[in-house]
């Protein structure tokens, strides 16, 4: 199968298991890499009105994978949705992570975040991540951006972390998804 036989067959697949309950498919990507940084996109279709999935973004204790904090559990997670405001997550014995702080909030429809997530935290760059959500009635689209550059002296350098990159915010993306549209962030089997 190529071309059109075979968009029409997942585009079937997608629609069988979207009336089944399941999440649409995350669409992901590395859109940009080079020696100086990178820039991923991924973006989903969810069955929710933009207000709700906007909503639910601000909670990342609900959605955001346990497996990507430094505390293990993602109840630790906290999101003040104004410009300064902290993505943030708790520590024990008073600890504390500022993982991105807002820069622009647009309700319903974006926000923006800048800073450097987990092993970047303690490398030369920083980053912007936005969350643009577009939709009219009960189905939105949800597209994140993150593009990160500076200097890393990480094993393998840029080239080799945007796909990881890629893979782990697009796990969360689908999570939120899952969360939307199952009332759990974790993938039916």
């Known amino acids: 199968m190529n071309g059109r036989p075979r968009r029409a067959f997942r585009l079937a697949i997608a629609i069988a298991l979207f009336a ?23 973006s989903a279709h969810i069955g929710a ?24 559990n993602a109840a630790n997670l906290t999101l003040e949705a104004r ?20 820069v622009m909030v647009q309700p319903d429809k974006l926000l923006t975040l800048r800073g450097a997530l987990g092993p ?10 936005n969350w643009s959500v577009t939709g009219t009635g009960p189905q939105s689209e949800l597209t994140l951006t993150y593009t990160l550059g500076g200097f890393v002296s990480l094993p393998g350098g840029f080239e080799e ?8 915010l697009s796990e969360q993306l689908h999570r939120l998804q899952n969360l939307l549209q199952t009332g759990t962030p974790e993938a039916h089997r």
């Not at 089944?20 to 991924?42: C, I, K, M, S």
């Not at 970047?120 to 760059?125: E, I, K």
């Not at 972390?161 to 782990?168: H, I, T």
Request: aromatic share 12%; with cysteine.
């Open 120 to 129: 970047f935290q303690s490398q030369g760059v920083d980053g912007a991540l």
């Open 161 to 168: 972390w945007a796909p990881k990159v890629d893979a782990m």
């Open 83 to 102: 410009a300064g405001g902290c993505f943030c997550e708790q520590l024990a014995n008073g600890g504390s992570v500022q993982h991105l702080i807002v």
């Open 20 to 42: 089944l309950g399941y999440a649409w498919p995350v669409a992901a990507e590395v859109t940009a890499v080079a020696a100086n940084g990178f820039t991923v996109r991924a």
């Open 49 to 72: 009105p933009a207000h709700s999935v906007y909503q639910a973004l601000l909670q990342p204790a609900r959605w955001w994978s346990a497996a990507h904090t430094f505390s293990h």
